[in-house]
Structures are given as C-alpha cells and as structure tokens.
C-alpha cells in the first residue's frame, strides 16, 4: 500500500507561563525551582488542506488568568500561511480553556471532538471544582451551538479522519482527550496535546495534576510511543523546549516545524 502524502506540522507558541516546577507535577515537590510552561496552537498542513489542532484560549481569558500573551493564536496561524476563513476542519483534543477557545474565529469549520469529552465537558463531573475550573462555560456553549448548527463531528475512540492522519482516545488529563497522529516525511509524529504537557511527564512517569483519571494518563504515555516512530515524534503540548528542540521558521519568532527532524 502506497504511503500518504507527508504534512508539514506547524506548533505556534501563543502564551507562556513562568510557575513552579511543582505544579507540573502531581505531587510535585515544593523546593524545585521554575519550570515555565508555554501554550500551542498546531497546524497540519497538507497539500490540498490545512488541519487545526485545538484553537487556543481567546485573548480575554489568557489575560484573565494571568498568562502572558504572546500573539494571538489566530494571528500566529495566519502568520504561517493558513486562511482562517477558509479552515474546513478543527481538531479539539480536549475543551479546556486553552485549547477550545476562538470558536467564533472559524465560520466554515467543522470540529472534531470526542464523544466522551462533550459527554464530560456538560455532565455531572462539571459540578465538582477540580474537574470544571480548567473549561471555559463560553466555550463549551459555543461549541453546543456548532453541534445544533451541523459543525460537530463526534469521534468514539480511534479515528483515521484523513490518509496520514488520525485521532487516539486515551483519557486521563479528561474523560475525552484524544492525541492526533500525523504522517510527515520523518515519519509517524504523535501531537500529544495534554496526554503529556512536558517531555518530563512521560519520560519520568510524573503525571500532571490536572487529571481526571491517573491510570489512564499514564496508561497514555506508553500509548504514544507505540503510535510514534520513536520518543523523538512524539511532542509534548506544553513544553518550552519544544521550541528548542525544533528548526523555527524564519522571521516568526516562537514559531517551529515538527515534521523536520529535531536538533541533536
């Protein structure tokens, strides 16, 4: 069977956050030092389409709590060629604030969810603090408007959605995140989004404490590995170093490509 055509993968920093290493990890120790932590948009192009993962937060709620924007993410996927009013196709791999927001920035897309992460995002769980304070109510609402209006596209569990390119259930961080895995031409990369937030949480085993389900995010960190090529396809969703780590596109600062190889 012929191989896919490859996609150019896109991660575009819109925010960053200095904090604790201790918050990044779930039972973190309060005597290490920072660790900042840095918000993404993706863009999966291909030849004859582009792919978004997940929105980012609008620019209201990242100053709200308090994170320090670098460019909008709509801004910063225009900046790398991608016309947001001709975006078909949205990927969400879970609807926290910072990865759902711009819902309205999209006219003529359809999103991408699972089941169970609407499922989650408007049921009995939303009642408990520790699980809604991370979900923006406006977001949520709004993609329930994309869902009556035909926009939504519901996925239940593993999902090829394009040649190249597919959906992964794991849970843990939420009841329905998902990881997205692209064919490039280095190879399977798996965009883990917040399946893994750092390189450290899966290469440590040190979940994150934003977590629905302990088991199953760890369970995850060895689901990405089978899915990717290697531990070097695979990309955190809020690792810093991931800008370090990539070749950037010149003259866009905070800007990188996956689908090249990473530096020694």
């Known amino acids: 069977m012929a191989e896919p055509t490859p996609f150019e993968i896109y991660a575009i920093q819109y925010a960053h956050y200095h904090r604790r290493a201790s918050l990044n990890f779930l039972g973190g ?9 840095t918000y993404y948009v993706w863009a ?6 582009t792919w978004i993962v997940d929105t980012g937060g609008d620019v209201p709620g990242i100053q709200r709590r308090g994170r320090n924007l670098t460019r909008a993410p709509v801004d910063g996927l225009k900046a790398v060629g991608v016309d947001i009013g001709r975006v078909e ?7 926290h604030w910072d990865h759902a927001g711009n819902y309205d920035q999209f ?26 304070e991370a979900y923006d109510v406006e977001h949520v609402v709004g993609l329930v408007r994309k869902l009556y209006a035909g926009r939504v596209r519901f996925v239940d569990g593993d999902e090829e959605l394009a040649p190249g390119l597919s ?7 939420t009841m329905g995140m998902q990881m997205v895995r692209v064919w490039t031409r280095r190879g399977w990369v798996v965009l ?31 689901r990405m590995l089978r899915l990717a090529d290697s531990e ?8 810093p170093l991931v800008l370090e780590r990539y070749p950037a596109v010149e003259k866009l600062e905070g800007v990188v490509r996956l689908d090249l190889d990473p530096k020694a």
């Open 29 to 37: 120790d309060p005597h290490e030092g920072l660790m900042p932590i």
């Open 44 to 49: 999966v192009v291909g030849r004859n389409k």
């Open 89 to 95: 196709d949205v990927i969400i791999t879970h609807m």
């Open 107 to 132: 006219p003529n897309a359809r999103y991408f969810i699972q089941d169970r992460e609407m499922n989650y995002a408007t049921g009995r769980h939303m009642c408990q603090r520790p699980f809604h």
């Open 167 to 173: 959906v992964h259930h794991v849970g843990g961080h």
């Open 192 to 222: 883990a989004s917040d399946a893994a937030h750092f390189y450290a949480n899966r290469e440590q085993v040190r979940p994150f404490p934003t977590v629905f389900h302990v088991g199953d995010m760890v369970q995850a960190y060895g």
């Open 232 to 239: 070097r396809h695979i990309v955190p969703g809020h690792d």
